[in-house]
Every structure is written in C-alpha cells, then in structure tokens.
C-alpha cells in the first residue's frame, strides 16, 4: 500500500471516529440581537501539520480556548495541544508534565483561572489537565485506571464531572484537587459530553442520556430511535436543553439527531433533511441553538445549524481553495457579542489535515456580503 494511500485509509478511520465522538463546549447567556448572522471569518491556531481542532471554550472576546491535536498520522509525535486567543493572536499553552498528552477533546471552565481539559495520555490513562494562560499541570485522579476513555467535560466551582466510558459501560467521573470518585453507568455503552447535570451518548444501538438526581446519575427514557447517538448537550436550565448527535443506518448512511428536553420529557427536533453529521452545540441561554458539524453533500463549506423556536435553518460558510471538505467539531458561544466559534479541521485534495476556526457575528440586513 502506498503513503498516499494509507494515508486516504486512515482519513476515512478518523472521519468514522470523528462522527462517533464529540466534547462539550462551555454555553453562555445574552439577549438575542433583532440582526441575522453571517459568516465573519476563516483563521487557523496554526498547528503542526496534519493538526485538529476538538473543543472551543469562550469565555470573553479576549478570553477564547481551543484544544487539539497535532501530527495526527505519527504515533511518536502525535501530542495534544491547548491554545488561547488573548483577542488578537492564538498562542500554545504548555502543559507542565513529563508525559505528553494525546488527543485533548474536552474543555471546560469554572472561571478564567480555572480552566480543565480532558482526552487521552500516552501511557494509558485518560489526561485530565487544570490551569490558566500560565499553564496546566496534569491532574491524576486515582479513581481512573487503565483502558479507562474520557471525552467529555464540566467545571463549576469546587466541582468537575469528567464522562466517558470504562470497558463496555458509561464513567462517570467526579471530584476535584485529591477527591475524585468514579461511577458506572448501568447501561452499556459511552458518554461523550456532560453539562448542568445531563451527560450524552449512546449505548451502541440507540441514544443514552443520563441525568444527576438525588446524588447519583440515572438514564432517562428516550423516543426510540434505532441507531440513534448522541455526542454534544447544551443545558440552558433544568427545563431547557437540546442534545445533538446522529442516526446510523449504515457504511455511509447517517442523519442528523437532536432532542430537546422541556423539563418532563425528551423529544425529537425536525431539522432539515439532509446527510449532515451533527457534532457540537451550543447556545445563548434563551433558547437559540448553534449546532456545527459536517455536510456531505456540500463537503468543502464549514456547516451549521441554527434552530429557534423549534424553527432551524442551515448557516454555511465559503469555500476555500485546496480544501476538499471541512469539519467543525465543536462551538461556543460568546456572550456580549453574539459571536459563535466553531473549530474543527480542514483536508484537502492531498489528504493533509489543518485546523480551521470559523467565526460568525450579526450584521445588519443592509451589510454587504
């Protein structure tokens, strides 16, 4: 097999992986602006090469995070990464540790000085991280062991819930500093995003969402959607939250899934018909949802939902030369300014990868394009 071509073969792993995985991005509230959104501007955290975006974490104009990989194909250089945008440029944060962390997929933040990132580490174990724009130190809960997966993550003051998987079932993981405490889910399968009391995911053949009540985490009835997943949950309050993910009916064969819950029941959103895989969401706390992801039949433009009031039309972003297809992972709203962020990757014709950030604020109906 040629270097091309392995390299074409392991793109469609990472695709396959990608559609089955997903981290929480951080929500915020603000009133909705009376203007319509556009499409604002394409950059890139400049990453090493074959390099991807998994999570963004905003938390003001020049407060922004991202996290990462980079060498995506090389097992000896392949490293996580996390970057912060001080509202100019994007800069590397390092991590203070002798092991290098994988593939980061989660960010989180109980304020600006302490920010949490979750994915996996070289020597077996998942990679929890905590620090601030001085740096992050690797935190080693002694509740996690190895094989143990983690790809989701949420931060309050003096508490972080970590979810992901353990063998076949859902973990659930709690604590913070040297009290951590993990708990399996009764139901087979894996969890990959948590939010206000609400983590998401799947249990092989259909949705999984379980819920925080009277202490401990309990799976909550669901519509029955076979082949249903779920990998991103923005919770506006105990009333409101709205879960993203897909339908698997086959090699190639995927729609789009969200379910929102209005505080007794989960219920399936109509979105627009179409093969769009469904990664990130987030909102602005009053009811308006950005999802982000990928859109086959338009491969080459950076793809969004955005619903309201149970209303949702398609956002999509231009095209650039050389890409072949862009994917946005993840998104983040941020509060005051009514900008969202999405990051992700682009591939193109050669099968490179490159991280890509894509931003959008309101104009004015008179703005020009």
Known sequence: ???????????????????????????????????????????????????????????????????????????????????????????????????????????????PSDVWAVGDGHDGLPYLAHGDTAGFDRVRPPALRAGDWLGGIDAKSGKVVAVGSRERNGLILTGQGNS??????????????????????????????????????????????????????????????????????????ISPLALAWN????????????????????????????MTGYDPARAAEPFMLRCEKAACETIRGGTQKGRSSVRLQAVAYL???STVWAVGHAVDTRDRYTDVVESFAPRTTTSKS
Request: aromatic share 8%.
């Open 1 to 111: 097999m040629t270097r091309r071509s392995q390299r074409r073969a392991l793109s469609l792993i990472l695709a396959t992986f990608v559609a089955w995985t997903q981290v929480t991005p951080a929500a915020h509230a603000d009133p909705r602006p009376t203007q319509i959104e556009a499409w604002q501007q394409s950059t890139s955290v400049r990453l090493q090469a074959d390099g991807s975006l998994s999570d963004v974490l905003a938390i003001s104009p020049s407060d922004v995070w991202a996290v990462g990989q980079q060498e995506i194909w090389d097992v000896w250089k392949n490293r996580g990464t996390i970057r912060h945008w001080n509202g100019s440029r994007w800069a590397e944060v390092g991590i203070r540790d002798n092991t290098a962390a994988g593939n980061l997929r989660g960010l989180a933040a109980a304020s």
């Open 180 to 253: 951590w405490t993990a708990q399996e889910t009764k139901e087979k399968g894996a969890l990959y995003a948590v939010s206000g009391g609400f983590a998401v995911g799947d249990t092989g053949t259909e949705p999984l969402i379980v819920h925080l009540s009277g202490g401990s985490w309990k799976s909550m009835p669901l519509p029955d959607i076979p082949g249903g997943y779920l990998r991103d949950v923005q919770v506006d309050s105990s009333k409101r939250a709205l879960a993203v993910g897909g339908v698997y009916r086959g090699p190639g064969d």
């Open 263 to 290: 505080g007794k029941r989960w219920r399936e959103l109509r979105l627009p018909r179409s093969e769009a895989r469904l990664y990130g969401v987030t909102g602005d706390g009053k009811g308006r949802y950005w």
């Open 335 to 337: 509060a005051g300014k």
